[in-house]
């Protein structure tokens, strides 16, 4: 399985991005999909994910802010991401969940500066 993310790129404080990621590869049915982010000096941490049924979850300092949603035709998910704050800058990563295992994307960086 592999993962193209993409959509990262320079923001203001305010502002918005739309973040994509496309999953190829052998695959029956891709379990859940979702992001986390890693900022300089610090650990990755969990943004969002949404299972294959849609349900969501999200991590507390970006509920209300960012939206995630896939598009099971494509193999793709997305995160929307609005009202954009220097603390949401870092490298996002998209995941898949299949077959029990967990694959990740490239990482797309996200800056958020004025």
């Known amino acids: 399985v592999q993962l193209q993310a993409s959509g990262g790129g320079l923001v203001q404080p305010g502002g918005s991005l739309r973040l994509s990621c496309v999953a190829s590869g052998s695959f029956v049915i891709i379990a859940s999909m979702g992001w986390y982010r890693q900022a300089p000096g610090k650990e990755r941490e969990f943004v969002a994910v949404m299972s294959d049924g849609g349900s969501t979850n999200y991590a507390d300092p970006v509920k209300g802010r960012f939206t995630i949603s896939r598009d099971n035709a494509k193999n793709a998910v997305y995160l929307q991401m609005n009202s954009l704050e220097p603390e949401d800058a870092a490298v996002y990563y998209c995941?898949?969940?299949?077959?029990?295992?967990?694959?990740w994307g490239q990482g797309t960086l996200v800056t958020v500066s004025s």
């Open positions: 995941y898949v969940k299949v077959d029990q295992h967990f694959y």
